[in-house]
Nanobody
Framework: VQLQASGGGLVQTGGSLRLSCAASGRTFGRHTMGWFRQVPGKERDFVAAISWSGGITNYADSVKGRFSISRDNAENTATVYLQMNSLKPEDTAVYYC?????????????WGQGTQLTVSS
């Protein structure tokens, strides 16, 4: 599975941004997909996840009510979005998408290239 995140940038506090993740691959199945984020010197943390159908979503407490995950599916591909509103400086991180085990909210498989979000105060 190939994963490519995009859409990051510099935003002021309170602003909005939408990240996209293009997922594809010959072996790409009906995977739950998710977003994670990482700041230098810290572990990569779970942000949000969405089931294949889109009917089940899960969010980290720190982003509930501000972030929204969605997806568009096609044969052997998917695009996963992360709409981020009311952004705070603590949201600054490199954001990565991944295939996810919904039962444990843990990633599996390879990581793609992340995208940097910087929220200025």
């Amino acid at each position: 599975v190939q994963l490519q995140a995009s859409g990051g940038g510099l935003v002021q506090t309170g602003g909005s941004l939408r990240l996209s993740c293009a997922a594809s691959g010959r072996t790409f199945g009906r995977h739950t997909m998710g977003w994670f984020r990482q700041v230098p010197g810290k572990e990569r943390d779970f942000v949000a996840a969405i089931s294949w159908s889109g009917g089940i979503t899960n969010y980290a407490d720190s982003v509930k009510g501000r972030f929204s995950i969605s997806r568009d599916n096609a044969e052997n591909t998917a695009t996963v979005y992360l709409q981020m509103n009311s952004l705070k400086p603590e949201d600054t991180a490199v954001y990565y998408c991944a295939t996810v085990r919904m039962s444990t909210l843990t990633p599996f498989g390879s990581w793609g290239q992340g995208t940097q979000l910087t929220v200025s105060s």
